[in-house]
């Protein structure tokens, strides 16, 4: 890494490691109902009609996203689950018949049985997030490589999962960084518009 790119990387890591902390600290009750709040916005996500979804399983004190995905189900949404593999993350089909088996980080995923998909909508979980649709991951960099793998073959749309806590006031993005398309909190949907060419500059 280059100083700045070390920088930037110490940046995010504090950033991480407070929003981290304020998740930590919520009311257990909170997050249950801050959780089941998700669906109540499903009509505002930007998710297309018989839209291939990936959800995720929630970790530790993650925003749990399974009512959402149920609901996502229950209109006629194939869902996936994403499964860490080499060179980038995979995603495999998730319906009540999925047989799920523990994986890293105390999570689940569908077993090797499980179709793979492509999926045209990622709900992403995060360690934090901006106003600018700038997200902090968990420092692994699976999501990044996906997006960029998947982006090969047509857009997908990226939508953060998270609680309000969450927020901070800026993340030193990088060039390479993929702002997100939108944010899903306890309080709503917000989306992030993209960004557009810079303006050009008058001769001085």
Known sequence: MTQTENT?????DVLRKQ????????DP????EGSLALVDAVDRLPIPEGAIVS????????????????????????LCLPVVSEPHLIFRELTRETVLVPAGFGTTVPDAASPELRPDVLLMPLAAFDKAGNRIGYGKGHYDTAI??????GPVTCIGLAFQVQEVDHVPAEPHD???DGILTENGYRSFPTPGPEPLREAE
């Open 8 to 12: 930037l990387a110490a940046a995010k």
């Open 19 to 26: 929003a981290l902390a304020r998740r930590a600290a919520m």
């Open 29 to 32: 009750t909170h997050r249950i």
């Open 55 to 78: 959800g995720f399983w929630p970790i530790r004190d993650e925003i749990d996203p399974r009512p959402l995905l149920d609901r996502l189900r229950a209109s006629g949404h194939r």
């Open 148 to 153: 960029a793998a998947l982006e090969k073959d």
């Open 178 to 180: 993929k702002p997100l």
